[in-house]
């Protein structure tokens, strides 16, 4: 079991950064491979990126491609999603994921096992 806690979330203006954190505790955040989700208001949680559980491999929502960044540091047990060029629509709350099983669907939410609480990042216009 491992238990996940994100941070950094905050309110910035369009075109700022951010860099959220998940920290895990529990197990070994090695065994795990992680993504982050969000959910806007009135809307579904939707995927933004994940990573394999050795890093090698990145995914990210078309959306966000080209100005979020996912990464690891397996010694620091932590995942970490930078944002850049924040727009509006990413106003959401993100939430951090952890999933024990191997070649399935990283988009799928039900695909993981463990959430974190999720932090909120508001971009105003």
């Known amino acids: 079991q491992v238990q996940l806690v994100e941070s950094g979330g905050g309110l910035v203006q369009t075109g700022d950064s951010l860099r959220l954190s998940c920290a895990a505790s529990?197990?070994?955040?090695?065994?795990?491979?992680a993504g982050w989700f969000r959910q806007a208001p009135g809307k579904e949680r939707e995927f933004v990126a994940s990573?394999?559980?050795?890093?090698?491999?990145?995914e990210y929502l078309d959306s966000v491609k080209d100005r979020f960044t996912i990464s690891r540091d397996d010694t620091k047990d932590a995942v970490y999603l930078q944002m850049n060029s924040l727009k509006p629509e990413d106003t959401a709350v993100y939430y951090c994921?952890?999933?024990?099983?191997?070649?399935?669907?990283?988009?799928?939410?039900?695909?993981?096992?463990?959430w974190g609480q999720g932090t909120q990042v508001t971009v105003s216009s």
């Open positions: 990573i394999t559980r050795s890093g090698d491999i990145t």
């Open positions: 529990g197990t070994p955040f090695s065994n795990y491979a």
């Open positions: 994921a952890a999933r024990i099983r191997f070649k399935i669907p990283v988009r799928v939410e039900t695909n993981y096992d463990f």
